[in-house]
C-alpha cells in the first residue's frame, strides 16, 4: 500500500499534535501493539539535513509519536497514532518548508517489517509573539 499524502502547517512556538489511524485495506484499525514509529522532517527527500525527529517516545517536553492516539489512552488495537511537537520544539524550527514521512515498524533490527503510513510537505508559520517557555 503506498503512503498517504498529508500536509500541514506547524504555528511556530506552539503546540502542534494531530492524529493519524492505521487501517488495512478493509479499513480495519490495524492494532498496533509492539509497533515503533518514527518520523523526520528534512529540507527534501534525500537530505542528509535534519530539521526535526520524533520517535515513539515523547521527549521530556512532549515532543514525539505516542501510540496510544492523541488523547494518550486510546488502545493500541485503535490504530491510532499521536503526533505531538511541543512549543519549545517547534520555536526552534526556522524553516519556510521541509518534507516528512511517518514510518510504522513491526519487529525490530535487519527483520522489522516498516511501512511508511504518510508523507508530505510542512510548512512553517513564523512566530511574532515569543518568551512563554
Do not use: H, W
Amino acid at each position: 500500500m503506498a503512503a498517504g499524502k498529508y500536509s500541514f502547517i506547524i504555528e511556530q512556538g506552539t503546540t502542534t499534535t494531530f492524529e493519524v489511524v492505521y487501517k488495512d485495506s478493509t479499513g480495519v484499525p490495524v492494532d498496533l501493539t509492539g509497533y515503533t514509529a518514527r518520523m523526520q522532517v528534512r529540507p527534501g527527500i534525500g537530505s542528509d539535513l535534519v530539521y526535526l525527529t520524533l520517535s515513539s517516545s515523547l521527549s521530556p517536553c512532549g515532543t514525539g509519536l505516542n501510540m496510544s492516539g492523541s488523547n494518550g489512552t486510546t488502545p493500541p488495537t485503535s490504530g491510532s497514532i499521536g503526533i505531538y511537537i511541543s512549543a519549545a520544539s517547534s520555536s526552534l524550527l526556522t524553516f519556510n518548508q521541509a518534507r516528512y514521512d511517518l514510518e510504522l515498524a513491526s519487529g525490530s533490527g535487519n527483520c522489522a517489517v516498516v511501512t511508511r503510513l504518510i508523507e508530505g510537505n510542512i510548512k512553517i508559520s513564523k512566530e511574532i509573539t515569543r518568551g512563554f517557555y
